[in-house]
């Protein structure tokens, strides 16, 4: 993580020293990628986001006598819970790029386990100890599951729907499950400067080398999953290329303006194809640099 931006778009055409700079209280270089490129802020409190995640996944009910996993993942952990129950909690998934979570707990006592099902989950179901899956039944977003002294596995699967969301001007941003998508539009690179101390640590300008300006139609978004059959993810997971979960969209090339030579107009409300409809790709948000998150819609038939 040598570089970053303190400030981003949703529609991101370009990441550089914007000329016209569009932020009020942000200097224009703010937009270029690298260790300090505005305020050190990011690049201190950046590194502590996954550690606190990770250590507030689980937490005790107020009695102290169940476990409750909240934060989603492929963590374990090891409690103490009323009466000396002693417990341990391993979950082995690849989510949120997979929809399955398997989940071992031992425990010296029998005891109640609470798993957070989120609101998008459409269809989840859960297996016991071998037994048939059957549905999910979560009450105020929490899934009980009784636990035995002793060891008990089950498996959630926790498969969820592509939903939008209507955004500025007609555009829409497209979702499956905790993942928000993106085009992701080809660029290049230009080292604009490089920390005589720290050879790693450069500041990047990226620019748009394809074209961006596209519509979709939302009713040909479909879901892709290219999970690898090692079980193992690539590292970084969150890099252009890399994500096994990718949504295709029937699209074609529209009138867009630019503001400057660095950002895009608002999203235009004539969607008017000015070329053959074609097929794009969307990846998660967080592995684009340059991108399209708020797509303006057209109909394809």
Same mark, same amino acid.
Request: aromatic share 10%.
């Given at each position: ?7 981003? #778009? ?9 000329? !016209? ?74 989510? !949120? ?45 929490? #899934? ?132 053959? #409809? ?24």
């Amino acid at each position: 993580m040598w570089t970053r931006q303190y400030l981003q #778009q949703q529609n991101q055409i370009a990441a550089k020293n914007m000329n !016209p700079n569009p932020f009020p209280n942000d200097g224009a270089y703010s937009n270029v990628f690298g260790l300090e490129p505005n305020y050190p802020c990011c690049t201190v409190n950046h590194p502590q986001g996954w550690p606190k995640f990770v250590s507030n996944a689980f937490l005790t009910t107020p009695d102290q006598k169940s476990l409750v996993h909240l934060y989603l993942g492929p963590f374990s952990t090891t409690a103490t819970l009323a009466s000396g129950n002693k417990v341990t909690v391993n979950v082995d998934t690849l989510y !949120p790029f997979s929809d399955t979570l398997t989940t071992t707990i031992t425990a010296t006592s029998a005891f109640t386990y609470f798993v957070r099902i989120p609101s998008w989950v459409v269809g989840g179901t859960i297996a016991i100890n071998g037994a048939a899956a059957r549905a999910v039944s979560p009450s105020n977003g929490l #899934q009980a599951v009784q636990i035995a002294a002793g060891t008990t596995k089950f498996i959630l699967n926790l498969p969820a729907q592509i939903t939008t969301e209507s955004r500025p001007h007609g555009s829409i941003a497209v979702h499956r499950g905790p993942l928000h998508y993106a085009y992701d539009i080809a660029r290049s690179q230009k080292v604009l400067a490089r920390n005589a101390q720290e050879s790693r640590a450069v500041d990047l300008e990226f620019d748009a080398t394809a074209p961006w300006q596209y519509a979709i139609d939302p009713a040909t978004l479909k879901f892709s999953n290219k999970a690898p059959a090692s079980g193992r993810l690539p590292s970084p997971i969150f890099d252009a290329g890399q994500p096994p979960f990718t949504i295709t969209a029937t699209a074609c090339r529209i009138n867009w303006s630019t503001g400057g030579d660095t950002f895009a107009a608002p999203p235009p409300t004539n969607t008017t194809c000015t070329g053959a #409809q074609t097929t794009i790709t969307l990846w998660p948000f967080g592995a684009t640099k340059l991108r399209i998150g708020e797509l303006p819609v057209f109909r394809s038939t």
